[in-house]
């Protein structure tokens, strides 16, 4: 018996502990279950006109040293991108010809090639032959002055971005404390491109590191304040299938904006994404094209642009996983991302206020005259996760309603709807990586 009450007593003390960690249990799986979505659109809640220039942006790489964009000009035109990103301008172009000569004559052919697209170039400056930082700064500062004086003055393009370097924490092992230093280049070259450009519309940057690294970003803040500077926009690198990396980034460089609120409002662009930095089967499939999609509706109103890595694979395949980054293969086929950009090009309203995206289910709403327009996008790099999402319009007149469905890489469906108060939900169900494209339309 008193054996009996002493256990009845340990389990009474013991209670408050078996409880907290009862709840402890249940809160990590709760965590680890995910939030679902519970979608409510205000319609009547307007905001910005929707360019789409989050996404409208992509960056070619060094895959050949040659004008890669020209075989590619029509399927790129039909994107209706607003940038081109090219890098190794100076090392694959060969501008520079010594004693103060330069033939931008191989140079020209790439951006023409860009501006055929209807793009814009954004020109990044680099490289010296061996990629290390220039021997000698008078002929640097020379070279780029003539660069910019060539594209913003002799051939007028309004509008070009010119960012300082490509991935100098790799390409030249740059730092932003010692030598080689980068604010060192930065400020070189961001002054010759001043002296080169004029008066002319353009825009200047850096750094493109590899992958945000605040000590990077706080470094050219302050040097630039400091030494009143020219700096347009921020920019990095992200390659990452986990899409919270990337709104981590964004959070951390709040945090330092707001110790320079002089640069609050600087355009802010990641001029490299994709889920791997390394060729993956995900480039050839349709998970690079739920993953761009998906970004784009976390990342808009927070990041200016995004520029997809890259617009054509190399020659060969990187690997025997992939053909490569590109969004066409090499011969100009079109692979899943590319057509996921034709999939978000569908947006192009005023965008509505929404809320209850949860954690693998995201949105984002548009209204165009009368319709209301979105897209739904159900993201799981595991392939695992489905869910049937509330979506609630409110602010409706009551009335029939046409409401078209298009899936992404899929088919479309339509059907009526009548409405008869000011709130309407439809169920959607998603398949693990799927997207759709809603327009509820009045009849």
């Known amino acids: 018996m008193k054996s009996k009450n002493i256990k009845t007593l340990i389990l009474l003390l013991l209670l408050p502990f078996l409880l907290f960690s009862l709840k402890t249990i249940l809160d990590l799986r709760k965590s680890a279950s995910g939030i679902p979505a519970n979608i409510t659109i205000h319609t009547q809640s307007l905001g910005t006109t929707i360019t789409g220039s989050l996404w409208k942006n992509i960056s070619q790489g060094g ?3 040659k004008d890669m964009i020209a075989p590619v000009i029509s399927p790129l035109k039909a994107l209706d991108l607003q940038l081109i990103r090219i890098d190794h301008l100076f ?10 000569q330069y033939d931008f004559s191989r140079l020209d052919q790439a951006v023409n090639s860009i501006l055929a697209t209807g793009a814009k ?11 290390k930082e220039p021997n000698d700064w008078n002929q640097w500062n020379r070279l780029v002055e003539a660069t910019a004086r060539h594209y913003s003055v002799e051939k007028n393009i309004s509008g070009i971005y010119y960012e300082v370097w490509n991935e100098p924490d790799l ?10 230093n980068y604010l060192t280049l930065y400020k070189n070259t961001s002054l010759a491109v001043k002296k080169g450009a004029g008066n002319t519309f353009y825009k200047i940057g850096g750094p493109a590191i590899t992958a945000y690294y605040p000590n990077w970003i706080t470094a050219l803040f302050k040097f630039t304040a400091t030494n009143n500077l020219p700096l347009d926009f921020i920019s ?3 390659y990452s299938f986990n899409l919270d990396d ?9 945090s330092i904006l707001s110790d320079y609120p002089q640069y609050f409002n600087i355009e802010r662009l990641i001029t490299e994404i994709g889920p791997n930095s390394e060729p993956d089967p995900a480039y050839d499939n349709s998970l690079s094209g739920i993953h761009l999609i998906s970004l784009s509706t976390k990342l808009y109103g927070k990041i200016h642009r995004l ?8 020659p060969s395949p990187r690997s025997h996983k992939s053909t490569g980054w590109g969004i066409l293969t090499h011969s100009g086929q079109i692979k899943p991302r590319y057509q996921a950009l034709q999939f978000l090009n569908q ?30 996008v159900n993201y799981d790099p595991k392939n695992r996760h489905s869910e049937t999402v509330p979506l609630t319009y409110t602010s409706l007149i009551p009335g029939n309603y046409l409401l078209k469905t298009t899936q992404y890489l899929g088919k479309s469906t339509q059907k009526i709807i009548t409405v008869t108060t000011s709130t309407h939900t439809e169920n959607i169900y998603l398949s693990p990586n799927t997207a759709y494209f809603l327009e509820l339309i009045p009849r």
């Open 246 to 254: 990337y709104l981590r980034d964004f959070e951390n460089l709040n």
């Open 171 to 180: 390409f030249g092992g740059w730092h932003y404390g010692k030598s080689p």
């Open 63 to 65: 895959e050949e040293t």
């Open 347 to 376: 947006l192009n309203g005023t965008q509505v206020a929404h809320e209850g995206d949860g954690t693998w289910v995201s949105s984002l709403s548009a209204k165009k005259g009368t319709i209301i327009q979105t897209l739904l």
């Open 236 to 238: 990095w690198h992200k």
């Open 307 to 314: 520029f997809t890595f890259e617009a054509i694979d190399g």
């Open 121 to 131: 170039p954004m020109l990044s400056l680099s490289y010296t032959p061996d990629s």
């Open 91 to 100: 090392d694959y172009y060969q501008v520079d010809q010594g004693n103060g």
